[in-house]
C-alpha cells in the first residue's frame, strides 16, 4: 500500500466524523471572531484577490484568517504557536544546538520548505533572515523569515493561502502565503505573561503592550512594543565518556576513550581513570530551547488627505539577542586549552538578531478610472554571531575566551504599483481587471569576524599525549569566518502582472492571474494561474485552481560561503559549506543555482450553514530543480587536489544545487461549529486536520568531477532524503474547544503529530545493526557493500494544551494554563549501549547523551504552565 493510499484509508474515518458529528462538533476555513453571536457574520479576506474583500468561504482557493482572539484564546505568545494551532499541514520545527535555527524554527506549508512559503505584513512582501540554514535540520539549505520579530498584540489577524501564488505575488509563494494583518484600532492592549516547565526550567516572560491614536479624517497610528526573556530547558543525560587522560601502566598520559560508558567503569577506557572522573557534573550538555532576550516595535498607520487619497505606513525593528549551546569539549580533547578549561567546556553560541524595515505608500479610487495604490517597502535583516567561553586552541594560554565570529546582511527594496478596474461586459458582474508593476532590489553580504576567530597562532598543543602536536586553528566550536569568505552581492527584479475576474450567475467565479518577472543574475520566468468556484446550492461551493509558481535562489542560497562543524551520529566534521558561485565551484562539481519551477492544482469543497462550516481541498504540488544543501564530500584526494588549486586544507565540503524534483500531495481539511446553548454557553469546536506525502521524482547524480576522484556518496544522501521527505509530520489533526460560561472561558487543544522519521545511522555491519535496533521502530536499507543504513521512525503523539480565563470586567483577564498538559515527550532515538559500544558503533543520541531527536514537531521540554493577565483601556 502506497502513501497516498494510506493517506486516503486515514481520511476516510475522519471524513466520516465530519458528517456523523455536523450537528456538534466542528468549524470551518474562514476563522468567526471568538467573540460574536448567533448571528455571526464571516470574517472577511483579502489575500489572494486584488478586488476587494470577500469571505473565505466564497474564494477560489483555500485560505485561512485566524482572528486576534483565537491566535490568544490558549498560553501562544508567538505567532508561529497559533499557526499551528488553526491552520492544516502547518508545522515548526523545533532545532536544538542548531545555531540561528534555534530563534528562527523554520515553519513549513504543505510539507515544503520554510523558503517556500511567502511572508507578507499588510500584504507587502516580508524580508527573510539574511543566514543559511546549515544544521541537519528542518529546512536545512533554505532561509527563513524571523516571525518571533513580530509583536503578537500588534496583529488584527493573520490569513493564511494555502495554494501557489506566485502568479500573483512572485517568488516564493510555492507552498503559499503568510498574509500578517496588523491592528488599526484607537484603543489600548497590555498583555503580561510568565511561565516554565515542569522541571523548573524553560523559564519565559513576555510583557507587551499597544496603543492607538486616532489621526485627522478618520485615520490611525498605532504603535506595539514587546519585551521577551527566554531561559535554557535542558533534557540531555549523562556523558559517560571518559573526560581526562587515562595513564598507562608507566605512567604515561594517554589519549581519552570516545566511547559510551568509558568515564564510567561500562566500557573499557583507555588506561587507568583519572581520579577526577569520579566528581565531575556528567550532565555536561545543555540539550532543549535556547535563552534570548527580544524587543520588538511595531507601527501602523494610516490618513485620509481628502476623499480620494489616503497614505498609509508601517514598519517595526527587532532585535533578539540569543545564546544557544554548542557541544561540549571534553577535558582531554585536542580542542581544549586545558589552562583555561580544566574540566572541559560549552562553547556558547551568541547571536544577535535584528531586523528593521518601513513602508510608506499612497492609494485612491481614482486615476483615470482606475483604483490605485503606489508603496515601497525597505527591509534589512543583520545577523551577527560571536562564541562565549571558547578558546583557539592555537594561541595557547593566551587564547581569548570571546570571539566575533562575523555577520551576514540581507536588504530587500520593493516598490509596487497596482491599479484595479472594473468593465460591465456581459451578464453576472462586471469584469474585474487589476495591472501591477514591481521593482525590487535585494542585497547580501557577509563580513569576516576578528582574526583570532580564525587565525592560526602557531603554538602547539601544550600538554597531554599530544604534547608539541600541531593545534587546530581558530575558535571553538568553528573557526570564524575568514575574509576570504566575505561576498558582497545583489540584484534587482522587474515584474509586470495581470489579473482578470468575473462570476456569472452569482455562481460561477472565473479568476486569471498572469505575471513575468526578469531578474538580473539568471533571467526571467513567467507564471500563470486559473481559479475558479462554483456554487452548488446557497451552502456548498466547489473550488479548484491549476498553476505555476517558482522559487528564485535566495541570494544567501547563492553565495553564502564557511565552515561549520556538523554531526553524524555524534562524530564531528568540519565541513565548508561553499558557494555554487566561488572560484572552488569547478573542482567540487557546483553551478550557479536556477530557479525552482512548480505546478499546482488543487480542488476543494466548503460548506456553510448556520452554525456549521467545513471545507475539504486536496492539492498537488510538482516541483522541479529543487534547491537542497548537497550531502559532505571528503576524500585525501578531494583534500589534495583543493590544496593543488591554492585553497586551504578543506577536510570536507557541501554546497547548494538544484539537485532534485519533488512530487508533494496532500488533503487539507477544516471545520467549525458553534453552538450557544452548551451547558448554558458557547461552545467553539473546531478541526484542522492536514495529510500531506512527498515523493523524489529525480535526484541528481554525484557531479563526474567527484567520481574521478573515487567519491561515490550520493549528491543527495539518503539522511537528506529522509529528512526532507518525512522529517517533519506526515499528517497533523488538531482538535479544539473554546467554552464561555458568563466570565468563564476554557480553551482545550488536542494534537496528534503524526510520525517522523530520520535517518542518521549509516553504513551499519550485521553485527552492529542486530545491537542498536532492538526495541525501535527502524527499516533498513541495504548498501552495495552489504552494510545497512538504518531509517528510525518515531510514533505519533497526541499533546493537549488547556488554559482557564476569567474576565473580571471588559477590560480585565486572568488566563492561567499548560501547554502538554500529560508531559508527552517524543520517542526516544536508537540508543548507544554497552553492546553496541561493543559492536563498535554507536547510536543516534550522541553517545548516550541526547535522548530525542531534534526533529520533534513539539519540542522536548515537557509540560509548560503559565499564567497571563491581559488588561484593556
Do not use: C
Not at 289 to 304: G, R, S
Not at 310 to 333: H, K, T, V
Amino acid at each position: 500500500m502506497n502513501k497516498i493510499t494510506k493517506l486516503m484509508t486515514r481520511l476516510t474515518p475522519i471524513a466520516l466524523s465530519i458528517a456523523a458529528l455536523s450537528q456538534s462538533v466542528f468549524a470551518q476555513t474562514a476563522v468567526y471572531n471568538n467573540q460574536l453571536n448567533a448571528e455571526d457574520v464571516e470574517v472577511v479576506i483579502v489575500t489572494g484577490t486584488r478586488f476587494g474583500s470577500r469571505t473565505a468561504v466564497e474564494s477560489s482557493t483555500p485560505i485561512d484568517s485566524i482572528a486576534r482572539n483565537d491566535i490568544f484564546s490558549g498560553g501562544q505568545t508567538e505567532l508561529q504557536d497559533a499557526l499551528r494551532i488553526n491552520v492544516p499541514s502547518f508545522n515548526i520545527a523545533r532545532p536544538v544546538t542548531s545555531g540561528i535555527a534555534d530563534f528562527l524554527r523554520s515553519p513549513t506549508l504543505r510539507g515544503l520548505s520554510p523558503g517556500q512559503t511567502l511572508l507578507l505584513i499588510n500584504g507587502k512582501r516580508r524580508h527573510t533572515n539574511s543566514d543559511l540554514n546549515v544544521g541537519n535540520q528542518i529546512g536545512r539549505g533554505d532561509v527563513a523569515h524571523n516571525f518571533n520579530a513580530i509583536p503578537a498584540l500588534a496583529l488584527d489577524r493573520v490569513e493564511v493561502l494555502r495554494d501557489g501564488a506566485s502568479a500573483q505575488y512572485g517568488s516564493d509563494a510555492v507552498a503559499g502565503i503568510i498574509n500578517i494583518i496588523l491592528d488599526e484600532t484607537t484603543t489600548g492592549k497590555l498583555l503580561l505573561t510568565g511561565g516554565a516547565t515542569t522541571e523548573g526550567d524553560g523559564e519565559k516572560v513576555t510583557t507587551s503592550a499597544g496603543y492607538g491614536w486616532a489621526l485627522p479624517n478618520d485615520g490611525f497610528l498605532r504603535v506595539t512594543g514587546e519585551y521577551q526573556q527566554q531561559e535554557f530547558s535542558n533534557r540531555s543525560r549523562d556523558d559517560t565518556r571518559q573526560q581526562y587522560f587515562g595513564t598507562g601502566p608507566e605512567g604515561e598520559l594517554l589519549p581519552i576513550s570516545s566511547n559510551f560508558g568509558s568515564g564510567t567503569g561500562l566500557t573499557p577506557s583507555n588506561g587507568e581513570l583519572d581520579p577526577r572522573e569520579g566528581t565531575i557534573d556528567r550532565r555536561t550538555f545543555i540539550f532543549g530551547q535556547p535563552e534570548y532576550e527580544a524587543i520588538k516595535l511595531f507601527t501602523n498607520a494610516a490618513m485620509p488627505l481628502n476623499k480620494d487619497v489616503e497614505l498609509f505606513s508601517f514598519g517595526g525593528y527587532s532585535e533578539i539577542d540569543g545564546q544557544n549551546p554548542n557541544f561540549f569539549r571534553r577535558a582531554g580533547q585536542e580542542q581544549t586549552v586545558r589552562s583555561i578549561h580544566p574540566d572541559g567546556f560549552i562553547p556558547f553560541n551568541n547571536p544577535v538578531l535584528t531586523d528593521y524595515s518601513f513602508a510608506l505608500g499612497a492609494r485612491g479610487d481614482d486615476i483615470l478610472g482606475f483604483g490605485w495604490e503606489l508603496s515601497t517597502l525597505y527591509g534589512k535583516s543583520e545577523t551577527e554571531q560571536s562564541f562565549s567561553n571558547s578558546n583557539n586552541v592555537s594561541f595557547g594560554n593566551e587564547s581569548p575566551t570571546d570571539f566575533e565570529r562575523g555577520s551576514t546582511e540581507l536588504s530587500q527594496w520593493t516598490t509596487n504599483l497596482d491599479l484595479t478596474r472594473h468593465f460591465d461586459i456581459g451578464s453576472g458582474t462586471p469584469l474585474m481587471v487589476a495591472l501591477g508593476a514591481e521593482y525590487r532590489r535585494e542585497g547580501f553580504k557577509a563580513i569576516a569576524g576578528e582574526p583570532s576567530s580564525y587565525e592560526f597562532g602557531g603554538i602547539p598543543i601544550l600538554d597531554g599525549p599530544n604534547l608539541g602536536n600541531t593545534a587546530p586553528a581558530g575558535s571553538q566550536p568553528v573557526p570564524g569566518s575568514s575574509p576570504a569568505e566575505e561576498v558582497s552581492s545583489d540584484r534587482n527584479t522587474v515584474a509586470i502582472y495581470a489579473e482578470l475576474e468575473k462570476e456569472w450567475a452569482n455562481r460561477f467565479l472565473v479568476s486569471l492571474a498572469g505575471r513575468f518577472e526578469e531578474y538580473s543574475d539568471f533571467g526571467s520566468t513567467t507564471d500563470f494561474r486559473l481559479a475558479t468556484r462554483y456554487t452548488v446550492t446557497d451552502t456548498i461551493n466547489l473550488r479548484g485552481s491549476v498553476g505555476t509558481s517558482f522559487r528564485a535562489p535566495a541570494l544567501p542560497q547563492s553565495f553564502f560561503q564557511r565552515s561549520e562543524i556538523s554531526f553524524a551520529g555524534g562524530v564531528p566534521t568540519s565541513t565548508l559549506i561553499a558557494s555554487p558561485n566561488d572560484e572552488i565551484a569547478p573542482f567540487i562539481g557546483a553551478e550557479p543555482l536556477t530557479p525552482e519551477e512548480a505546478t499546482n492544482v488543487s480542488v476543494g469543497l466548503t460548506y456553510s450553514k448556520d452554525s456549521l462550516s467545513f471545507s475539504i481541498d486536496a492539492y498537488r504540488i510538482d516541483l522541479d530543480d529543487r534547491i537542497v544543501l548537497s550531502s559532505q564530500f571528503s576524500s585525501p584526494a578531494l583534500t589534495a587536489v583543493l590544496l593543488e588549486n591554492n585553497f586551504d586544507e578543506i577536510r570536507a565540503v557541501t554546497f547548494e544545487s538544484n539537485a532534485v524534483d519533488t512530487t508533494t500531495q496532500g488533503i487539507d481539511i477544516t471545520a467549525r461549529h458553534y453552538s450557544n446553548d452548551f451547558l448554558g454557553g458557547r461552545l467553539t469546536s473546531t478541526l484542522a486536520a492536514g495529510f500531506v506525502d512527498t515523493g523524489y521524482d529525480r535526484i541528481s547524480d554525484t557531479p563526474a568531477v567527484l567520481r574521478e576522484l573515487g567519491i561515490i556518496t550520493p549528491l543527495f544522501d539518503l539522511r537528506s532524503q529522509v529528512r526532507l521527505a518525512e522529517g517533519t509530520p506526515q499528517d497533523k489533526i488538531t482538535l479544539n474547544f473554546d467554552y464561555q460560561y458568563g466570565a468563564w472561558r476554557v480553551n482545550l487543544t488536542a494534537t496528534r503529530y503524526g510520525e517522523i522519521s530520520q535517518a542518521d545511522l549509516t553504513n551499519r555491519t550485521q553485527a552492529q545493526v542486530d545491537a542498536l535496533i532492538p526495541g525501535f521502530d527502524t527499516e533498513l536499507v541495504v548498501r552495495s557493500n552489504g552494510n545497512f543504513d538504518i531509517i528510525e521512525t518515531f510514533g505519533a503523539k497526541i499533546v493537549t494544551d488547556l488554559s482557564v480565563n476569567y474576565e473580571f470586567n471588559d477590560d480585565l483577564t486572568l488566563r492561567l494554563g499548560a501547554d502538554n498538559i500529560f508531559d508527552v515527550y517524543p520517542d526516544e532515538q536508537v540508543a548507544t549501549t554497552v553492546e553496541s559500544t561493543l559492536a563498535g558503533t554507536r547510536g543516534s543520541d550522541n553517545t548516550g547523551i541526547f535522548p530525542y531527536s531534534a526533529l520533534s514537531p513539539f519540542g522536548v521540554s515537557g509540560t509548560y504552565v503559565y499564567g497571563t493577565v491581559m488588561y484593556s483601556f
